[in-house]
T-cell receptor, first 119, second 112 residues
Framework: EAQVTQNPRYLITVTGKKLTVTCSQN?????MSWYRQDPGLGLRQIYY???????DKGDVPEGYKVSRKEKRNFPLILESPSPNQTSLYFC??????????????????FGPGTRLTVT | LAKTTQPISMDSYEGQEVNITCSHNNIATNDYITWYQQFPSQGPRFIIQ???TKVTNEVASLFIPADRKSSTLSLPRVSLSDTAVYYC?????????????FGTGTKLQVIP
């Protein structure tokens, strides 16, 4: 079954304690992305990756790190979490371009979400 | 930076057609415009994407004018299960890299 998995699904932690949220996809997608969702602010892109070893900042990258050492995995790292990073996080993956038209494609598959609380 | 605007909320009776419009500027010239549906506590789910004119699939239609400064998602004959938040997604005109912007989201409430 084609899917994007995230772990953990729920996490309560304290300020400053490093954490990693894992994301894995089994569809051989080039493109992967992290979003955070906050009430009233919608979905905002944190980081994205076009392929292995290629990552770039989205709209809200401060306080986050990512890496893409393998095509299937795209972990999100919070080196020193703060309460303003309390949010619902989603990982997503997709082909980067439509196979036929070669246009940029955003048919993304989303993970189930990770609800993070930083106290 | 791409900017998108959608109505915050809409109400519709069951069985009616619903049209949700997203305005967007400075979007990537060679990328699709995409729409998603999201239920509470779930990840967004892809509905449809298109480049220009009209695209239709089994659940929705998407209308995109020639200038691509807006797109309209059309849901035919909505049911209670279509109550959700609907987002447009566009790529930014950022030189070939796929940084994206989600719309603000439209909360659709279907009324019996």
């Amino acid at each position: 079954e084609a899917q994007v998995t995230q772990n953990p699904r729920y996490l309560i932690t304290v300020t400053g304690k490093k954490l990693t949220v894992t994301c894995s996809q089994n569809m051989n997608h080039e493109y992967m992305s992290w979003y955070r969702q906050d009430p009233g602010l919608g979905l905002r892109q944190i980081y994205y990756s076009m392929n292995v070893e290629v990552t770039d900042k989205g709209d809200v990258p401060e306080g986050y790190k990512v890496s893409r050492k393998e095509k299937r995995n795209f972990p999100l790292i919070l080196e020193s979490p703060s309460p303003n990073q309390t949010s619902l996080y989603f990982c997503a993956s997709s082909l980067s371009r439509d196979r036929e038209s070669r246009r940029g494609s955003y048919e993304q598959y989303f993970g189930p979400g990770t609800r993070l609380t930083v106290t | 930076l791409a900017k998108t605007t959608q109505p915050i909320s809409m109400d519709s009776y069951e069985g009616q057609e619903v049209n949700i419009t997203c305005s967007h500027n400075n979007i990537a010239t060679n990328d699709y415009i995409t729409w998603y549906q999201q239920f509470p506590s779930q990840g967004p789910r892809f509905i449809i994407q298109g480049y220009k004119t009209k695209v239709t699939n089994e659940v929705a239609s998407l209308f995109i004018p020639a200038d691509r400064k807006s797109s309209t998602l059309s849901l035919p004959r909505v049911s209670l299960s279509d109550t959700a938040v609907y987002y447009c997604l566009v790529g930014e005109n950022s030189g070939g890299y796929q940084k994206v912007t989600f719309g603000t989201g439209t909360k659709l409430q279907v009324i019996p």
